[in-house]
């Protein structure tokens, strides 16, 4: 194990026993979209989720209407580079949107995390003072466990946060630097455009990153992990590369586009092993305006992808939820 594994391992485990604990769900009755990093900025050069935006509504209305939970995995606002009261002025018609998921109680279909790129949300009180109006009350998160039950029996436990948990620049600061990172880091780089070195935008370091998150995944018996962060699906523990070539030695086609599954496949890593323990939603701020997410439902789970104009859904991969839990036992 590396250094930067051991890093990441010994955040994660902190964070999974201090996570939330959701009641627990039957498999037949999950119905559930996760969707992470939107980055929405100020509309302006900057901003990654403008041309996602006619996508990420579609879907909107397409889960409303089919009755889904929307899980939305951190980094929905960009406030590294940009303040909170312009990116919420500038998107408060997707936060109506997303409203009704957060004012349903009976039941309950919102659920946030808290990201790196939107860390102001790890307090309540700015969350309270930004964005009270358009979450009905409901609190923001940074991980969340779930057990999955089949008729009672409990098939394993799915655990849901951000990714950035153990990451130099976008953990470590949280705790006594907090104040000298808002205060004083923010605004300089938001007045000089810095931007720090993340995995979406350093193939090295996201490899390194999506590695990290297996092996704690498949170290842990019983556990799913589903997580953002990276900008990059991963599928049963693959990266998008290993899954589409699975799917080809199933004799399976995967209908996605050209340019954008390349994109994907760059600078990818190979990740050991076939334990499906780690699932990653990829984003909702790619260059052609497409968004990808992972739909629990139906006793399945999907990779989809919202593209085109206007924007349809496709399926990108697909498995049994039963399955894979049996496999990581």
Known sequence: MTTYDATVAKRLTETYAAASIDAGRELADLRLIVLSDLHKGERDGADDFQACEPAYLAALDHYWREGFELFLLGDVEELWESRPASVIREYS??????????????????????????????????????????????????????????????????????????????????????????????????????????????????????????NFAASRPRLVLFAGHTHHPVWEGLSFEQAMQEMGVRGLEVQVDTAWAQEQVAGAVSLPGRKPSYFNSGCCAYSDGSITGIELSGGELRLVRWAGTPPARAQVFSASLADVLAAVA
Do not use: C
């Not at 018609?93 to 919102?110: C, D, H, M, S, W």
């Not at 008729?151 to 630097?177: C, K, M, N, V, Y």
């Open 93 to 214: 018609g997707v936060l109506k949107q997303e409203l009704p998921f957060a004012q349903a109680t009976n039941p309950i279909r919102y659920t946030r995390f808290v990201g790196n790129h939107d860390d102001l949300w790890y307090s309540q009180g700015q969350v309270r003072d930004y964005l009270g109006s358009y979450l009905a009350g409901q609190p923001v998160f940074e991980s969340l466990r779930m057990a999955v039950y089949q008729q009672g029996q409990e098939l394993g436990e799915l655990f849901f946060l951000h990714g950035h948990q153990g990451t130099p620049d976008s953990d470590h600061f949280a705790r006594l630097s907090a104040w000298a990172v808002r205060h004083l880091w923010r605004p300089f780089q938001r007045l000089f455009n810095v931007r720090s070195n993340t995995p979406s935008t350093s193939y090295e370091l996201r490899a390194k990153h999506e590695l990290a998150m297996y």
